[in-house]
């Protein structure tokens, strides 16, 4: 795993025009079953990827707390909301609210992570690769694809399968 993050960098970097300028086609010109293509290229992706033997998301960026990723959490702890921003979450130049810092502070040394009943929706949606109406995220995907292997793979093997 450790290989492949080495080179995810490179390789997203590498491929990152032709990504670019292949989801510019896709606004233009959606297939009308993306969102069913997607989801089969998605979970397909992830019966064979183990999310706990990378990790590299958590690693790496964190995400965005909600509201309600706020309330849900802090009453997991036990917490006021307020005190679980105080000693978690700041507050970014968008105006949300992120961790302090990375790598995230749930994640454990086996890469488990220590809140996961309970984590923020970014996380449980990470990569975001079976979204619904997937064209409008597009520059999310090519931000994921450098931070994601399974994310990487499904835009390679979306370009195979939705040629434009």
């Known amino acids: ?3 492949i993050l080495n080179n995810l960098n490179k390789l997203a970097k590498d491929k990152h025009n032709e990504n670019k300028k292949y989801f510019d086609k896709l606004k233009k010109k959606q297939p009308k079953n993306l969102d069913y293509i997607m989801q089969d290229l998605h979970d397909a992706e992830f019966k ?3 999310c706990l033997k990378c990790a590299n998301c ?4 964190g995400p965005l707390f909600t509201l309600a990723d706020i309330e849900r959490i802090s009453k997991h702890f036990r917490q006021k909301p307020q005190q679980f921003i105080d000693q978690y979450l700041r507050i970014d130049e968008d105006k949300d609210y992120v961790l302090q810092s990375v790598p ?7 890469n488990y992570c220590m809140i996961y009943e309970v ?3 970014a996380c449980r949606e990470f990569p975001h690769t079976d979204r619904k109406k997937f ?3 597009s520059n999310l995907t090519l931000k994921n694809v450098a931070i994601c ?3 990487y793979n499904i835009v390679e093997e979306m370009k195979k399968k939705l040629p434009l």
Request: charged content about 30%; hydrophobic content about 25%.
């Open 119 to 121: 984590r923020p929706k």
């Open 58 to 61: 958590c690693k790496t960026t």
């Open 149 to 151: 292997p399974a994310a």
């Open 1 to 3: 795993m450790k290989q």
């Open 135 to 137: 064209h409008q995220i």
């Open 48 to 50: 064979k990827t183990d």
């Open 104 to 110: 995230c502070t749930f994640l454990d040394n086996e």
